[in-house]
């Protein structure tokens, strides 16, 4: 593969493109990926390849990148995240919208970029949203900017799919976990920061209800899941909005539960606020039969082999022993 293709990762330095550059320099080699963000990172990851300062609004600054490097392929990550696009909602419509369409445009009208990977999210669904195993098809109410700005994006990615062939593929990811970098402002972002608290000692205070099940997913299976629809052939990727993703389903009870089977000091308090209306109008569960049976979506991880694999590594990273 390396040699042929070079990458573009726009908004690299957050939680999941931060992970996703790392895989990508081992694939591809780290001279043919290129990260970019608004900022950087201090991360030892961006030390190893090109890095750009990019505003994905400065459509300008956009295009001479992509001149500069000549991608063939963008994975573009850059968005206001669900619980921080509430409180600046105007910003948020315009962030994850306009940015969109400025790389959609660019491979349009470029000739250059061949493919596109676009995150969407659970966020496109809402209160009507059948919860338990929500299909890949059904009613899509979103109630917050995020989940509008995800459910336009999906139908824009089709758009320009069918009327001029731009190769998007899309994720709906679900809350995703990780331990190399820190929560980024989501509405799941509490199934991150409760495994920090555990380390340090602290009591962590849940801004959910102990019962609020969610969807989640960890780390090296989202990233499994992003290769895997990228590196998949066009003819197996039917769906172009975005494909139901899945890994595991709990509540914070359940994840406090399985962190005090290797930390049994570690005690929750609940302290629900904004975010809940939030996870309520999520689905509990979701289907991602459409996935497994198009591209062969597999996930690896159970709530319990992942929070001892982010524990260990955790522990590793901060270069403590329970």
């Not at 190399?180 to 991150?192: H, M």
């Not at 895997?228 to 539960?257: C, Q, V, W």
Request: charged letters at 20%; a negative charge.
């Amino acid at each position: 593969m390396s040699g042929k293709e070079t990458i573009l990762v726009i908004g690299s330095c957050g939680q999941l493109g931060t992970e996703l550059v790392e895989s990508l320099q081992k694939i591809y080699g780290a001279a043919q990926v290129i990260a970019a963000d608004i900022r950087r990172s201090n991360n030892p990851v961006f030390q190893n390849g090109p890095f750009e300062i990019l505003d994905i609004l400065d459509q300008k600054r956009l295009t001479e990148i992509v001149a500069k490097y000549k991608p063939t392929q963008v994975y573009h990550l850059a968005a206001l995240l669900s619980a921080t696009a509430e409180q600046k909602p105007e910003f948020g419509w315009k962030l994850n919208m306009d940015g969109l369409f400025n790389v959609l445009n660019l491979a349009r009208d470029g000739g250059i970029i061949k493919k596109i990977y676009w995150p969407s999210s659970i966020a496109v669904f809402g209160p009507n949203t059948i919860r338990n195993n929500t299909p890949q098809y059904g009613a899509m109410d979103p109630t917050t900017i995020y989940g509008i700005s995800k459910n336009a994006g999906e139908l824009y990615a089709q758009y320009y799919f069918n009327r001029w062939g731009i190769d998007v593929r899309s994720l709906r990811y679900p809350g995703l976990i990780g331990y190399k970098s820190a929560p980024g402002g989501g509405t799941t972002d509490y199934a991150v920061q409760i495994y920090h608290d555990a380390l340090e000692g602290k009591t962590h205070e849940c801004f959910l209800s102990e019962q609020t099940t969610l969807p989640m997913l960890y780390m090296p299976d989202a990233l499994k899941a992003t290769l895997d629809i990228m590196h998949a052939s066009a003819a197996d990727i039917k769906i172009r909005t975005s494909y139901n993703l899945a890994g595991m389903s709990f509540n914070p009870n359940e994840i406090s539960e399985a962190i005090k089977q290797i930390i049994p000091d570690f005690s929750i308090t609940y302290n629900p606020d904004y975010r809940q209306a939030i996870a309520d109008s999520w689905p509990a569960i979701i289907d991602d039969s459409r996935a497994r049976e198009d591209w062969g979506w597999n996930p690896a991880y159970t709530l319990e082999s992942m929070s001892k694999d982010m524990i260990d590594n955790l522990q590793a990273l901060k270069g403590q022993a329970i």
